[in-house]
């Protein structure tokens, strides 16, 4: 197979930079390990640029009635008193959509795998495993795994962007060197949705205790988000069990008014790549850069990437 961009990973990154491609013609090919979109909801909020680009991909309408509108956020001391509040710029809306805006991830990626496949052009080899590739002045030979049955598939492409993550096995080929930012904490993140009434900040919040700081976000419909930050002696393994989980939460929320959804403890980084380019080679999103999700750009800076 003979492709004008090989991309490799097909999340919002991969998938964005897929419509865009392939409403220019392009041939793509879209490499992905899994065969379904993850489940569980990771990004939370995009901003106005963001979609902008999915109103370039034609998806816009589409994925507009699936958000809300950003509600600001309120910086809550030790006493609960509120010390700072931040609202979404005023309007007019300057490019056409809100500022800020809510979604649920697997519903977003969902629509923009959609929007791909509207190309005959592109093509998305699911369950095909990265390997390695080859360049040469004309192109880059790729390596590739078909996973259901272990045989190599060889692919061609004049491109390749990398769009597989932080984890991004295209960024150990190249040998690209992470500058990291001296940010390093370990965060638990409580996915739940709202199952009764209960009491709740009308705005995001950011809580500023020293006790145990923490984020409260109000995603969509009834999805709601917390961050906690874990605290000097705990370790991730301390938080495996869901009755761990839902003991620190019940310091920001009464946990019975919850379904959680899922939790996870991730690791916050401030990391960027010295270089994201090698020949024909491109990385993207988070094979390029990390940043801790307190602004909500993580994902925003991907779509920007593409």
Same mark, same amino acid.
């Given at each position: 197979m003979t492709v004008d961009v090989a991309l490799i990973g097909c999340g919002p990154t991969g998938a964005t930079l897929a419509n865009l491609l392939g409403r220019r013609g392009h041939r793509v090919a879209v490499v992905e390990q899994s065969a379904e979109i993850c489940d569980k909801p990771r990004a939370i909020t995009a901003d106005q640029e963001v979609m902008r680009v999915f109103q370039e991909c034609g998806l816009a309408d589409a994925i507009e009635p699936m958000t809300s509108p950003h509600p600001g956020t309120d910086f809550v001391g030790i006493d609960d008193q509120v010390i700072q509040r931040f609202y979404p710029a005023p309007g007019p809306k300057q490019l056409g959509w809100e500022p800020n805006w809510m979604f649920v991830q697997? #519903?977003? #990626?969902?629509?923009? @795998?959609?929007? *791909?496949?509207?190309? !005959? &052009?592109?093509?998305?080899?699911?369950?095909?495993?990265?390997?390695?590739?080859?360049?040469?002045?004309?192109?880059?030979?790729?390596?590739? &795994?078909?996973? %259901?049955?272990?045989?190599?598939?060889?692919? /061609?492409?004049?491109? +390749? +962007?990398?769009?597989?993550?932080?984890?991004?096995? +295209?960024? /150990? *080929? %190249?040998?690209?060197?992470? #500058?990291?930012?001296?940010?390093? #904490?370990?965060?638990? %993140? %409580?996915?739940? /949705?709202? @199952?009764?009434?209960?009491?709740? $900040?009308?705005?995001?919040? &950011?809580?500023? @205790? $020293?006790?145990?700081?923490?984020?409260?976000?109000?995603?969509?419909?009834?999805?709601? /988000?917390? !961050?906690i930050k874990l605290l000097p002696g705990e370790t991730p393994a301390d938080f495996e069990d869901e009755s761990a989980i839902r003991r620190v939460l019940a310091s920001f929320v009464d946990v019975d008014a919850l379904e959680l959804w899922r939790s996870a403890v991730y690791r916050f980084h401030a990391l960027v790549l010295d270089r994201w380019r090698d020949g024909r080679v491109f990385l993207a999103g988070d094979a390029a850069h990390q940043m801790p999700p307190f602004l909500g750009q993580g994902l925003c800076a991907g779509i920007r990437d593409a």
């Open positions: 697997p #519903e977003l #990626e969902a629509v923009l @795998r959609r929007g *791909a496949a509207r190309f !005959e &052009q592109v093509q998305a080899l699911l369950r095909h495993r990265y390997l390695g590739h080859a360049q040469d002045a004309d192109g880059v030979t790729l390596q590739l &795994q078909r996973l %259901v049955d272990g045989a190599a598939v060889p692919l /061609r492409a004049r491109y +390749v +962007v990398a769009c597989d993550g932080g984890r991004s096995a +295209v960024r /150990r *080929a %190249v040998g690209a060197t992470i #500058e990291d930012l001296a940010f390093d #904490e370990w965060w638990i %993140v %409580v996915d739940a /949705r709202l @199952r009764r009434p209960t009491a709740l $900040p009308p705005r995001c919040a &950011q809580y500023c @205790r $020293p006790s145990r700081p923490g984020t409260y976000i109000v995603g969509p419909g009834d999805l709601r /988000r917390w !961050e």
